[in-house]
């Protein structure tokens, strides 16, 4: 028999749903509330694989049954996402931004969206806050899985070995591996299937190993036990919540608490007092029949507010936020979710549902094709259609591709050994030594290199400013990087080493951290070298620069002047900062070049070099390939001055 309605299962849902929306807006009060959707994982492998063994028990498993009630449940709120963030990205979003989203639609349609965000992860990975259907990627396990384990359950049923033991078995190797690569890569354990198949395979065990049992006398007896199950699986729910990070290794040994404690809670069902009175209250059902809308909708609303500069930073918008989550997601169940998985008129409105979501791909293709319409915006006063700016703002920049990341720029998780010999360059006698975090990566494309007589030597890493003895928790390497750079400078000095940094580190550059760069600088001119350039803090923007210049077009109709405020970050804290690096270069013979002095004045910065289609930066604070030459050219006087 399939499963009934179960109130204490939705009340779990609730209990999942409230966390990661918790987690998303206020990740200073539940800080593991992303566990939410691993409690969903083993919600989602239980209810499903129990109703597959129901049928194949009964004979009547039909999988073209299967796939059109998943899509009757998934695909009408999803589809109405979909046209929801597209209609407000064309509104909204710069062309790069909406050629993106063109990308992230797709890949949610296709069920993909996980491996989509896997493969885009990394250091210049556009940040999550630009993301409306990130959280589509836990969407794209569970429908993988569902491809794959039907099928299997298929093929395993009324065989000779136990499908019991069976899904132990393909759990433990799951867990295995994603015990492996939470360590090794830790991107690959948490958004790729087979990593994370045994959460839902917990789910399929419960279920299995209730197949031939039912509730009996010898089993009320042990009401007890079960009660104990059910608040010992709720003390693992609340420690999850409450004590994994983003910081742990997730999904790793502690991933077992939200699937212990899911499964300790499913296993007890209304024998449970936790189950009866807590989790099968009225608001907790309500919210656990809606709870499917409310995780679509909770996240691109966030996304959305913050692309507005809504204030997303303020108490009472995000309350807002909420509670416009939770009207739209009743809204949704109430008219859309529901109407669908009556049954019905089942044929065609799974048909109707298909044809829709194809509608959806078409549209994206559209976008996606036309590099997401940079026409948009070049009708506005400012901008001449021959000026094609929107276009080469967002196609024509290879950023972060010519800073050698992974050879010259260390990411996180490499090494001092990691730096390759193109690293160095061959020709000593002009040679310029830059050493760096990601910022001075970003200078690299501005020394108009040549690729066999190159001068320019590159000693780059991640969160890592050239300071000997500098430690962090974001890249533990960091020492040993910058003392594996200082030797190399010992061994062969350079003519010429250049020093830079966004510098904000440390907001003030503390008087220890000053004496430790002076420290740095006396070292490099006693190994022989001639010269040491410090560059200075670079004005920083509130967002990417390209989306700064293309929200001056929608709010004011014009592009901005070539020197502006709008947009622009901390300009005080940038002068303070510089004001300490002056007085530690000053103090240990270094040349000290401001770039604030050369790309800002009287409060403006530079936003763009001749016209708006050469963005300073692409994003943030890291140069651009122009603005990278622009910095380069405008100290090479510095450089070179007075240098015998």
């Known amino acids: 028999m399939r499963i009934g309605y179960r109130p204490e299962i939705d009340g779990l849902r609730a209990f999942a749903v409230l966390s990661v929306l918790i987690f998303h807006y206020f990740p200073e009060v539940l800080p593991g509330g992303f566990v939410g959707v691993d409690i969903f994982f083993v919600i989602s492998g239980y209810l499903i694989s129990k109703n597959i063994f129901c049928d194949l028990g009964a004979g009547k498993f039909n999988f073209l049954d299967f796939y059109s009630r998943r899509i009757r449940r998934i695909f009408p709120a999803l589809i109405l996402i979909f046209l929801f963030v597209l209609i407000l990205g064309w509104l909204l979003f710069t062309p790069l931004s909406y050629f993106r989203l063109s990308k992230h639609v797709l890949a949610g349609a296709g069920f993909v969206s996980n491996l989509l965000f896997w493969s885009e992860s990394g250091y210049f990975d556009v940040a999550s806050s630009s993301k409306p259907l990130l959280h589509l990627w836990s969407l794209g396990i569970e429908e993988q899985f569902y491809l794959l384990w039907p099928l299997a359950i298929w093929l395993m049923w009324n065989r000779k070995f136990s499908l019991f033991w069976l899904i132990i078995l393909i759990s433990f190797v799951s867990f295995l591996l994603n015990l492996y690569l939470v360590s090794y890569s830790s991107k690959s354990a948490f958004y790729f299937l087979a990593p994370r198949a045994w959460e839902l395979l917990a789910g399929a065990l419960l279920a299995c190993s209730e197949i031939n049992s039912a509730p009996n006398k010898a089993e009320l007896k042990q009401k007890f036990l079960l009660n104990f199950g059910s608040f010992f699986g709720a003390l693992c729910l609340i420690f999850g919540v409450f004590f994994i990070t983003n910081k742990s290794q997730f999904p790793g040994w502690v991933a077992l608490f939200p699937i212990i404690g899911s499964i300790l809670i499913l296993r007890a069902g209304n024998l449970s007092w936790i189950n009866r009175v807590i989790l099968s209250n009225r608001p907790m059902l309500w919210i656990g029949l809606i709870s499917y809308s409310l995780y679509l909708w909770h996240w691109p609303l966030l996304i959305l507010a913050g692309i507005l500069d809504l204030g997303t930073h303020l108490l009472e918008i995000r309350f807002i936020l909420i509670f416009l989550s939770f009207f739209l997601a009743y809204l949704t169940y109430k008219y859309i979710e529901k109407p669908f998985q009556n049954i019905a008129q089942s044929v065609f409105k799974t048909w109707t549902l298909i044809i829709a979501m194809f509608c959806v791909i078409g549209i994206s293709l559209i976008i996606f094709w036309n590099q997401g319409f940079p026409d948009r915006f070049l009708s506005l006063k400012g901008l001449a259609r021959s000026e094609t700016s929107a276009s080469k703002i967002i196609f024509n920049e290879s950023f972060g591709q010519n800073f050698r990341a992974q050879k010259c720029f260390l990411v996180n998780g490499q090494g001092p050994n990691d730096f390759e010999a193109q690293c160095r360059s061959k020709d000593r006698n ?17 020394f108009n290199y040549d690729e066999k007589n190159g001068f320019v030597s590159q000693f780059t890493a991640s969160t890592c400013p050239p300071i000997l003895g500098w430690e962090t928790s974001m890249n533990v390497s960091c020492r040993a990087i910058n003392d594996h750079v200082i ?32 420290n740095t600088i006396d070292e490099i001119y006693a190994a022989g070298v001639k010269r040491v350039i410090i560059l200075g803090p670079p004005p920083t923007w509130k967002k990417n620069v390209p989306d700064i210049i293309y929200d001056h077009i929608r709010e004011f109709g014009n592009v901005p002047s070539q020197f502006t405020n709008f947009g622009l970050g901390n300009l005080s804290r940038a002068y303070l900062i510089e004001g300490n690096l002056k007085i530690a270069s000053k103090d240990a013979g270094a040349y000290y070049y401001s770039l604030l002095d050369a790309l800002c004045k009287t409060g403006r910065c530079m936003i763009y070099v001749n016209e708006a289609s050469n963005p300073i930066s692409m994003d943030a604070g890291h140069f651009s390939n122009i603005g990278a030459s622009t910095v380069i050219n405008s100290i090479r006087s510095v450089m070179y001055k007075n240098l015998e």
Not at 430 to 435: A, D, I, K, T, Y
Not at 489 to 512: G, T
């Open 487 to 518: 030797s190399i400078i010992k061994k062969s000095p350079p003519k010429i080493v250049v020093l830079y940094a966004a510098w904000y580190w440390d907001s003030y550059l503390l008087e220890e951290k000053i004496s430790n760069i002076q």
């Open 430 to 446: 002009n040679e310029v030594f830059v050493w760096g975090d990601s910022h001075a990566a970003s200078l690299y494309p501005g």
